[in-house]
Structures are given as structure tokens and as C-alpha cells.
């Protein structure tokens, strides 16, 4: 991961911000590094003053650069202002998270930050978390079926899945850039790959996506040969990317190989996925760039191996969510409740959990192409130019 450089940069933006009050292998796959993190029921141990209390920070894998680059960013932020911080990473594995939840409460948390593996299987921590008084920040996914949930951070989801849908359209040639109808009709087709159906926001982005696209396959501008073009035949479990490997893989030769018929796009809601449907693609005779006829692959969480994959114009697309900010509106939100006030929210209508609209501050996401790296990437220090051009964080 990017290391010092990274979290440092995090945790100046979260403590500005407070005191303002505000894997798998395949195609451009790198070994991620887990320097300085945890794994299944090891905590970490903070060197900083422990005057603000203790913190746990509950993430759900290391086998995505981007919930490494969250935990730690928290933890920098969290420890530059003050706190304890025990982070935790469950390695996809719901007894252990909840299991490491459970030690947090018992050593004494006075605040939980927790981005579930499954929003719906820790009712009981939150429970435990209630009845010792321990408020609960929901972290980019929501946690369900608990009134027990105090506050929400994340991104505005449904955008997100509209954003990679989009990215899509303009990767067809569908849409120019800025958004506007070229003429062009195709038709074009494509598949239809969605995330994780544990993960709440899998079902935003999902919704978000295939509302803007419902226009297009109604008009016969987009086809889906394979004909899957429900959630549930579209989902990856745990968003694995070998897993949308193996589906595309047999999309590939059940509906494509032996007919005339090419993969013009493909829908995918995440960059681990987009890579393990490339490498399938690639494997199965689809070669070149994009400009050359290679199909457009939307993806999402600008990780560097991606990024670099757009850079050579082979993946065509990802969001980016810079999860600086995230990190930086999770550590606003503890302090307002361990300083006895309610954080601030923008959003208190739009995410029910199953039992109560958990009031939640939304962040906007940014579409990345090959053209705009530099702007939104570079400039912003979240990755360096050497980085790009490596496909691998230093």
C-alpha cells in the first residue's frame, strides 16, 4: 500500500476536518502488501496518547487494497487526534469479525467503526454495543435489521452505480463525456456482472446502474446475450475476483464461442472483478485496447493495478472514492459522539436499514477515464505518477 506517504496525508485531511467541525491473480493483478496491518483476531497496538479513549475499528478484508488503505487511514487519523485505535481486519470471515467486535466491547471501546462483511449478522454485537452505552458508525456498508446503528458514512451509492453505467455508455460510444446522446444505436452487446448480495450497497449500486441502462436495453441500443440480467444471477459473492473470472468464463463459452457474436462492454461494479472478467476475456482471444475493439469494462475504487490498466487503455473506466475522505468523516463523526454532541448528516430519508433510517453523511465519487488520471489521481497525491506507470503502490 502507499504506507507512510498515504496515511499520513489521511490523517491530516481527517484532523483538518474535525477541527473545522465538520486480489486474486489475473490481468494487472500486483501482491498487495499487509505491512502494519492486522490479520483474523490480531489487534494492533497504538503508540499515541490514549487520552481520547479507545476506538475499534472493525474492517472486513485485506485482499483489497482499498479496505488495507480505510483501516489505516482511520487509525492514522483516529491516533493523530488523540485516540486508542484496536483495527481489526476479519479476512472476509463473519464469525471472525464478529468475534473481533465482541473483544472490542470487552476491552472497553467507547466507539465502534464497522464496515461489515454481512450488515445483517451483527445484531448481536450491536446489542452489546447498545447496552454499554458504545456508539456504532456504520462504515461505506450499511449494517441492517438493528436499531442499534448511530450514524452512517459513505458515498451516495446509487450515483456510484449511475457512474459506472454511464462510464459503460461512454465506452460504447453511446454517450460523449459530458454526458450527451452521440446517435449511435449499436446495438451493443453486453454483460451484466453485480457485487456481493451480503453487502448493502451492492444493491445500490446495482440499482443506480441498471436504472440508467433500462433506457438503452429497452430501446435495443444494448443486448445481454447470456439473458442474465437479474441481481441475483449477476451477483459475486464476497466480490471475489475469481469468481467473476469463472463467470465470465462460462457466460464466454456458453452464450459466445462457436457464434458471430463479440462482447462489446461489460458492466462491473468493482475493480477486483473488472480485472478477473478481463484476464477471462483475454483468455478467450479478446485482445488489444479498447481503441482497438477490446470490450469496455466500467469497474469502481481506483486501485492502482486498474488504474494502471486504464492508463494502457485495457480497462476502460473506474470510480473513484476517495476514501480520504471517508476515513476522514468516520473520525468526525467519533469525536462528536465521544464529545457528547451528534454529528452532523446530509442524508436522513434514503437509508433504511430494515428498522430505522439511519441518519448518514453521503460523500460524491468522480468517474475516472485514461484522460483525467492525472487530474483526479495524481494531482490529488492519492496515487503518483511512477505508481500509474508501475501498476504497483509503493
Known sequence: MKAKKYFAAAAGAALAISLAACSGEGAGSEEESTTGATTGTESTESSAPSEGGLVGVAMPTQTSERWIADGDAVKAGLEEAGYEVDLQFANDDIPTQGQQVDQMITNGAEALIIAAIDGTALASQLDAAAAAGIPVISYDRLIRDSENVDFYVTFDNYQVGVQQATSLLVGLGVLDKDGN???????????????????????????GAIETLQPYLDAGTLVVPSGQTDFEQAAILRWQQETAQRRMEDILTSTYVGTDQEVDGVLSPYDGLSRGIITALQNNGYEGTVADGFP??????????SVKLIADDVQFATIFK?????????ITATEAYLEGTEPEANNTTDYDNGVKVVPSFLLESDIVYADNIESLLIDSGYWTAEEVASGVSE
Not at 446522446?181 to 445500490?204: M, Y
Not at 469496455?296 to 493495478?305: K, L, M, T
Not at 476517495?322 to 468516520?330: M, V
Open 296 to 305: 469496455a469494462v466500467s469497474g469502481q475504487d481506483a486501485e492502482i493495478a
Open 181 to 207: 446522446e452521440t446517435g449511435e444505436t449499436g446495438p451493443f452487446n453486453v454483460e451484466l456482472f453485480a457485487g456481493s448480495p451480503d453487502d448493502n450497497n451492492a444493491t445500490f449500486f446495482w440499482n
Open 322 to 330: 476517495d476514501t480520504r475522505k471517508l476515513a476522514a468523516q468516520a
